[in-house]
């Protein structure tokens, strides 16, 4: 049985349904990729499964919940945590204060010396105000808060958005831990053709329908799809001779 699992899943803001028919899975460790153009309803989806959608129908279920009976906060106890596109640090706390103000973590002391270890750009700038750390660290500081929980899902919303082609190999790089810590990851990429390359699968969304869904290499591997959905193939550097 998946971890979490979409049937028929359709809905929106208002009158008007963004996603419609969406069937999705994501098994434990999983890491799994959504791809798209833009205003396809990626984030939507997202939004969906944490409960922040004003309406919805069809079933989400995970780990054995249905999930639309429970609010976003039950969500995120039994094991669902989120980092929207639009990142959700407290700029004027430290670092360390923004891992303390997590909630419902069993030893906090505890996770946030293993959030240290994991990400050592934060211990070392542990009595910082967020407002100044860089993007990159701010995004890890983001990964940092959703992980202290120890989910056993993470939603991530665009992690690369705005960073250079340097912090997004960084933070794709920590993206790639994750399974390890016993987290599947559920996320949303513009840099699609990056992302599947180390996703296990993936879902191409036109339109608030799923059009394609395969493997992250066999997704790439299908020139047609590829070009229409994730950009223009990256130019080969020309070998000077
Ligand atoms: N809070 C909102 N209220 C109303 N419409 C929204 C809201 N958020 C997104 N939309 C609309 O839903 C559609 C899909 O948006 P979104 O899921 O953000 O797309 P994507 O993440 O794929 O770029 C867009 O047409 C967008 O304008
Ligand atoms: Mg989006």
């Known amino acids: 049985m998946s971890l979490l699992t979409l ?19 994501v098994d434990a460790r999983e890491i799994v990729t959504i791809a798209g153009t833009n205003g396809a309803g990626k984030s939507t989806l997202i939004k969906a499964v944490m409960g922040y959608l004003p309406r919805l129908s069809g079933r989400i279920e995970f780990d054995g919940h249905d999930l639309r009976s429970l609010s976003t906060e039950k969500r995120a106890g039994i094991g669902i945590s989120y980092v929207p596109q639009v990142r959700n640090i407290f700029s004027t706390l430290t670092v360390l204060e923004n891992l303390q103000v997590v909630e419902k973590v ?43 929980s120890s989910p056993r ?11 250079s082609p340097a912090l997004t190999e960084l933070v794709f790089a920590e993206v790639r831990k994750l399974p390890a810590t016993g987290a599947a990851v559920l996320m949303v990429e513009q840099r699609a053709r990056q992302a599947l390359a180390f996703s296990d699968r993936g879902y191409i969304l036109d339109s608030g329908k799923i059009v394609l869904t395969d493997t992250g290499s066999a997704l790439l591997a299908n020139e047609k799809m590829a070009e229409l959905y994730l950009g223009s193939k990256p130019v080969e550097p020309v070998q000077a001779s």
């Open 7 to 25: 049937s028929g899943v359709a809905g929106g803001y208002g009158d008007v349904d963004i996603v419609t028919g969406i069937n999705m899975h």
């Open 153 to 163: 899902l993470i939603l991530l919303d665009e992690p690369s958005a705005a960073l």
């Open 106 to 148: 069993a030893d906090s002391r505890k996770r946030i010396a293993e959030m240290f270890d994991m990400f050592p750009a934060l211990a070392s700038r542990r009595r910082t105000q967020a407002g100044n750390l860089s993007g990159g660290e701010r995004q890890q500081l983001a990964f940092a808060r959703a992980l202290m």
